[in-house]
């Protein structure tokens, strides 16, 4: 925009110049000089702008090359943080499969200990009542023997369904 504005500027004033240089001059060589002349000042002035130009342009690219550096520098780290996090996530996957490999050696073992309580109480029962039924046997076998010989013992033994 200020390139135009320069280049418009600088044709104006020469305009300016010109015009009212060929309406004062009558001479047609005088005249033909001071257009040379101006045309040469502006070409003078077009050379300084354009060199103005080249050197904005310059500065233009190295700031859209630092630029797109810091894009890419950005770019890069922003990636960096997505590979950790990934590794992140996996190794958070890795524990969850420890923490539920876990979990069912832990039921495994409850499950276990319970069979084994079990067990046991029913081992434990059967070793219990094992003297208690010889013990009965035996009073059984004395009863019957006591029924031979007393007949008030063989009629309860009978209501019983002993003998």
Known sequence: MQLIRMVLLVFLLAVMLLVPAAAAQSDTL???REILDAINGMKQEM???EQSLKADLG???ARLQATNQRLDDF???TNQRLDDMQVDIQDVRADLRDIRTN???IVGLVFTALLGMV???LWDRRSALTPATRRIDRVETALKEM???NP???EALRKAGIL
């Open 30 to 32: 005088a005249h033909n």
């Open 47 to 49: 050379v300084r702008i």
């Open 59 to 61: 500065r233009l690219e």
């Open 75 to 77: 770019q890069q780290a």
């Open 103 to 105: 979990i069912w050696w």
């Open 119 to 121: 067990g046991f109480a």
């Open 147 to 149: 029924a031979g010989s």
């Open 152 to 154: 008030v013992v063989a």
